[in-house]
């Protein structure tokens, strides 16, 4: 086998395959390891923002046999109650989130204190409270003046004050819904008699622990939820692309995907390469007197024997350059990644070897239509290149694999049907340019005019070379133009001067001094906006106790109170998407897309609300859709103006006080002592260091691409070479200057590249056109000046690494070109 | 080895009243009509003729490579009219020997290695570096046994593609224009080796040639005149 494997690496052709599945190998084990740990690392970020990898949540407490379910599947378990309830110290009192959490909260995540005494500043700790004793937000804290170790009533129970919370997971609350909060020990949540059947509050219970067992609970539980429990998991799946941590990981497999085409592509190639050979040798083996069988084993062994070793070897060294990767951004961004597991190796492998059979099986099949009579004429096995079913399989396989690759049909669909349309739009191009050729230019002795006979006279080559670099060119800009757009997005989404303080509980009469204030201190938009709880009582006049919901998730909604307000104008960053925003004094309402979908209310309808007591009623008059990751306060229902009569309302505001304006709350505290303030500072700055660590983490995954991609192109000229040899030996025997040919070569390549180029970033801009539409959910600007830089740069490579593979060729003596066993 | 010993005057291959047409779009061209020819064990036979009369063609169906349209086809003592392809590879295996044209050695395979592959396909063969380098020391090419094609001449290579037809001491070897491709010194010296190998290892030789001093050596002479024997 050895034997067979070292004959087999003289020829040209054999070496290529074997070089491209060692280059799908370290694609796919570089990127496949590398992303899977970057999706990971998402996953563990949602996960420490819930403070757990899923939890259920309820406004009852929750039956055990939830937690007994969880226990018995592997799971850790912490739990969690949460209620409003007033804070009393010397200093005086305050409307507080509590929220009592088992000693082994968070599960996920940490929470991050300030430094007192000997704790120094940022301590992170991954263990509530101990038993007897609280810790605050850093509002709550201050605006009580809550000291170290001084005592805090909480209900009939005193507490000692220990820490004061500067970052803790949101527990899948909004941020607005953040109020100052207070974290106690679960366990003397009892002694404070703050709990009882009827009081408001939302129960957690909280799980962690690995996918497997995770997605066994789900499925468990899933269909024992009462509908006022509901069920959220930090999978990235489950949000996709809502928010930017799915789109990062779209992005990820988008780039994993492309590699492994254009890796696939290159072996196929080298394989139709390598058949044209091959096709001679089963046709002696046949006339020596082998049968099939035996052909097709010792064929099958020597391309098993050169795959296996060249995956293995490909995707260790892609462990290694992965590896590389995650060291530099760790010492970048001082983020460890999770480690490397097994699966992504593995599969990496298998489709390595996968891709190999796809490749080669439609050529085996076709060694039985191999003629031993063809060795006594020449050209006949020529025909058994041109096979068919070798493309066919090629195509089915590439769509399975893209399909596998993806999780995601339309992120499959648009990779594959741009690369289809490239190629195709490809072929067109060159068959119109050979015609024109053919028609308009006369034969002259210019290395311009040979050039173009080249890329005519060679219309398969030229497609195949064409369609290749456009595929190529193709991937790479629609992956660097989505990278752009992704990362903008972001910056967008979290602006310098996003708020970072929101303050809530303003009575009606503090809005205009309160606002007053902000202005002198510097802040330029202090919009406030009325917060009216109430309930939705009624449907197209029907009792909502009355109707019918297709889910769950409605009756919990309506059960649920909600945040009105009243609204002249559409706020930003809010798009109707039906009906009309109100116009004139027209009483209406407008609900957000997603909610109106969940009580199963369109443009048209009228909703009657129960505000303490009292109802009013108004048409919908238009349908939302929110950006509900714009930092501002979002509303599921907005009134016109006078719709909610002079119903209770205090007001809400977001505001961006500048760095130097730090000690604002403190003045806003003392003078307006009701108000609660929301210090999101932290919170923001987390989110812009992430965004920073994810754009460069990004970017080490699209270099990877762009490497596979740039070999994968070598190793394509590489399989032109015989055909480029016989043409140079051709030219130089009939007295071709070295200069001449050279020449025409590279105009040649440059011609080329420049057609694949420009085709490549039309279609380019079409598909993540497409993709920024559908799948990424952003708004896309056509980048004319890049677009101008990449097909420049394009063909630039095309041409200077098509030359530089095929230089050596040009110093050979024309005779020794023309040796049927040369092959450089 | 299972060696066939097929003594002179005893029948080693045969055609009786074969035909051989192929039909391209509407037209149907005959190739061959009603051939008879009969080569006997250990004696040697001469095909000549203009080009397209059919000589390649005859050799094919002779070697069982092809099958006549009509008429029977008999090879080493059995009809290969109703075997399948597979059934008449075992039948040559190991006992029928080709020297081509364009030589058609590997490019990738050194000259041991070429010479090698006939004895490899063979089942249970033996001692396959020893015979393959007595081979390649039969036609004088002992020294080369390590180059490849690409580093040996025309008139090299048709010695190493002659080596490996006699390796497993065939009872017939079929040559189509051996010497076809190389300058007159050198076919007269792959001719005689030709010519002297079958004597020694009593192979019956069929051989394709426009050359008339070639076919004079032949025990046998058939000139085919459009898809004729005259
Ligand atoms: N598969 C085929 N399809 C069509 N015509 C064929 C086929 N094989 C052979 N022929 C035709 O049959 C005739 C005889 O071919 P053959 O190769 O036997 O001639 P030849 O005597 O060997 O010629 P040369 O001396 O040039 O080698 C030729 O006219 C050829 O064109
Ligand atoms: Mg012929």
New binding site residues.
């Given amino acids: 086998m050895s034997g067979q494997f070292k004959r087999q690496l003289r020829q040209s052709e054999f070496r290529l395959l074997f070089a491209s599945i060692l280059l799908a190998g370290i694609a796919l084990g570089a990127v496949g390891i590398f992303g899977d740990r970057m999706e990971r690392e998402m996953v563990n970020r949602t996960s420490a923002m819930l403070g757990a990898d899923a939890q259920i949540s309820s406004t009852r407490p929750l039956d055990d046999s939830y937690g007994l379910k969880a226990e018995e599947l592997g799971l850790e378990v912490a739990r969690s109650v949460n209620f409003m309830s007033m804070i009393i110290n010397d200093r005086g009192s305050r409307l507080a989130g509590v929220r009592a959490v088992s000693s082994n909260y968070p599960l996920r995540g940490e929470i991050v204190l300030k430094g007192q005494g000997n704790l120094p500043e940022g301590q992170k700790t991954r263990s509530a409270p101990p038993v007897g004793s609280v810790w605050a937000a850093s509002q709550l804290s201050k605006s009580l003046g809550l000291k170290f170790n001084s005592s805090v009533q909480l209900g009939d129970s005193v507490f000692k004050y220990q820490h004061e919370i500067l970052l803790e997971p949101e527990g899948g609350a909004g941020m607005l819904r953040l109020a100052p909060r207070i974290l106690m020990n679960l366990e003397d949540l009892g002694e404070t008699g703050l709990i009882n059947p009827a009081s408001r509050a939302r129960f957690r219970l909280m799980v962690a622990g690995d996918r497997d067992a995770l997605s066994r609970f789900e499925a468990a539980i899933k269909p024992k939820l009462k509908e006022y429990e509901s069920w959220r998991i930090a999978d990235t799946r489950q949000q996709q692309v809502r928010n930017t941590v799915g789109r990062i990981v779209s992005f990820i497999r988008l780039a994993i995907l492309l590699s492994v085409v254009l890796a696939v592509v290159a072996m196929a190639l080298a394989a139709q390469g390598l058949w044209g050979k091959q096709a001679n040798e089963v046709a002696i083996l046949r006339c020596l007197g082998q049968q099939h069988r035996q052909t097709l084993k010792r064929l099958a062994r020597s391309y098993l024997g050169a795959a296996l070793p060249a995956a293995l070897i490909g995707v260790l060294t892609g462990f290694g350059l992965q590896a590389v990767a995650g060291k530099l951004v760790e010492d970048a961004t001082g983020i460890a990644l999770p480690p490397a597991s097994w699966m992504p190796g593995m599969i990496a492998v298998i489709i390595c070897l996968l891709s190999l059979v796809a490749v080669m099986l439609p050529i085996m099949i076709s060694v039985k239509q191999i003629p031993a009579i063809s060795l ?2 020449s050209g006949q096995t020529d025909e058994i290149r041109k096979n068919r079913l070798a493309i066919y399989s090629i195509l089915v396989f590439l769509i399975l694999l893209t399909v596998f690759l993806a999780r995601d049909l339309t992120l499959a669909l648009s990779v594959l049907a741009g690369l289809v349309v490239a190629t195709v739009l490809l072929w067109s191009c060159i068959r119109v340019l050979i015609v024109l050729a053919n028609r308009y230019i006369a034969p002259k002795s210019s290395a311009w005019y040979l050039a173009v006979k080249a890329i005519c006279s060679n219309g398969s080559r030229s497609a195949w070379i064409a369609s290749t670099f456009a595929a190529i060119m193709f991937s790479l800009i629609l992956l660097g133009l989505i990278r752009g757009e992704v990362f903008e997005a972001w910056e967008k989404s979290v602006p310098d001067t996003a708020p970072n303080l929101f303050l809530i509980n303003i009575k009606e009469s503090n809005t205009e001094p309160l606002k007053d204030m902000l202005v002198k201190s510097g802040v330029t938009k202090a919009d406030m906006y009325a917060v009216i709880r109430g309930r939705i009582a009624k449907i197209n006049d029907r009792d909502v106790a009355s109707l019918d919901f297709k889910s769950a998730e409605s009756r919990h909604r309506i059960n649920h109170e909600f945040n009105f307000t009243e609204l002249s104008d559409l706020p930003a960053d809010n798009t109707v998407i039906s009906g009309e925003w109100f116009s004139s004094d027209e009483p209406g309402l407008s609900i957000e897309r997603e909610t109106a979908q969940v009580l199963e209310v369109s443009a048209g309808d009228s909703l009657t609300l129960d505000v303490a007591g009292i109802f009013f009623t108004a048409p919908v008059t238009s349908i939302r859709e929110v950006k509900w990751d714009n930092m501002q306060p979002n509303f599921y229902i907005i009134a016109s103006p006078g719709v909610l009569g002079d119903a209770a309302r205090n007001y809400i505001s977001g505001v961006y006080v500048p760095q130097e304006r730090g000690d604002l709350v403190y003045d806003i505290n003392r003078q307006f002592p009701n108000v609660t303030a929301i210090d999101l500072g932290m919170l923001l700055e987390r989110f812009r260091k992430l965004a920073n660590q994810g754009s460069g983490a990004i970017s080490v995954v699209f270099l990877f691409t762009f490497a596979s991609a740039l070999l994968v192109f070598i190793g394509m000229i590489q399989a032109q070479k015989p055909s480029r040899q016989r043409e140079i030996a051709l030219l130089k025997s009939m007295g071709a200057s070295r200069k001449f040919i050279k020449n025409s070569i590279f105009t040649e390549f440059a011609l080329t590249g420049f057609i694949a180029g420009s085709v490549a970033c039309i279609l380019a801009m079409l598909s993540s056109w497409l993709l920024a539409r559908n799948l990424f959910e952003l708004s896309f600007n056509i980048p004319w000046g890049a677009l101008a830089l990449y097909i420049f740069c394009g063909t630039l490579i095309v041409s200077v690494t098509g030359f530089l593979s095929i230089r050596n060729l040009l110093n050979e003596l024309p005779v020794k070109l023309l040796s049927p066993g040369f092959v450089k | 080895m299972d060696k066939v010993n097929i003594p002179p005057e005893h029948v080693i291959a045969q055609t009786i009243r074969i035909n051989k047409s ?1 039909t ?1 779009g509407p037209e149907t ?1 005959n ?1 061959l009509n009603d051939v008879s020819l009969t080569i006997y064990g250990g004696t040697s036979a001469s095909i000549s ?10 050799l094919g169906i002779l070697a069982g490579l092809d099958l006549p349209s009509s008429g029977t086809v008999s090879l080493l003592g059995q009809t290969i009219n109703d075997m399948n392809e597979d059934q008449r590879a075992q039948l040559r295996c190991g006992k029928v020997g080709f020297v081509f044209q364009s030589f058609h050695l590997l490019p990738n395979l050194t000259a041991l290695e070429n010479v090698s592959l006939a004895l490899e396909v063979v089942p249970n063969s033996n001692q396959i570096r020893e015979r393959s380098l007595a081979a390649l020391e039969h036609v004088g090419l002992a020294a080369r046994s390590r180059h490849l094609p690409s580093q040996m001449s025309g008139g090299e290579q048709q010695r190493v593609a002659l080596a490996r037809a006699i390796v497993t001491k065939p009872a017939i070897l079929f040559a189509d ?1 051996p010497t076809g491709n190389l300058d007159y010194a050198t076919s007269a010296q792959i001719e005689e080796m030709m010519f002297s190998l079958c004597k020694d290892f009593h192979s019956a030789l069929v051989v ?1 040639t ?1 050359d008339k001093a070639l076919a004079k050596r032949c025990d046998q002479h058939h000139v ?1 005149e459009a898809g004729r024997l005259v």
Avoid: P
């Fill in positions: 006594l004429r | 192929v391209m061209i190739i003729g203009i080009s397209g009369s059919g000589k390649t063609t005859l224009e394709v426009h085919i």
